[in-house]
């Protein structure tokens, strides 16, 4: 069993500063990668980051300059910062991560349940 949390999300007002944790915990041997996507009312899930175990890391395009993605190995635990936010940033954040488990299972996407996020004044 393996289970996947984010935090941090909330009201945030224009131009402000947004930190989300995403901790994986259970049966977990390894992670490979963590991510960050996020999801507007009536639109897609999206990528904005993923951070591999060694730190390396990929960004959207369009979520590159603004946004911020790190990892903790020893806790299981990833963060996304994000600066200048605008109410089009509002949106559900997601985490996921892709594990090797104890048991043996191997390359296993898990996704976080989601964390609001509203820019507004």
């Known amino acids: 069993q393996v289970q996947v949390v984010e935090s941090g999300g909330g009201l945030v007002q224009p131009g402000g500063f947004l930190r989300l944790s995403c901790v994986a915990s259970g049966d977990i041997e390894s992670i490979y990668t963590m991510g960050w996507y996020r999801q507007a009312p009536g639109k897609k899930r999206d990528l904005i980051a993923v951070?591999?175990?060694?730190?390396?890391?990929r960004y959207a395009d369009s979520m590159e300059g603004r946004f911020s993605i790190f990892r903790d190995n020893a806790k299981n635990t990833t963060y996304l910062q994000a600066n200048s936010l605008t109410p089009d940033d509002t949106a559900v954040y997601y985490c996921?991560?892709?594990?090797?488990?104890?048991?043996?299972?191997?390359?296993?996407?898990?996704w976080g349940q989601g964390t609001q996020v509203t820019v507004s004044s």
């Open positions: 951070v591999g175990a060694t730190g390396d890391t």
């Open positions: 996921n991560a892709v594990i090797r488990t104890n048991s043996g299972t191997s390359h296993t996407l898990y």
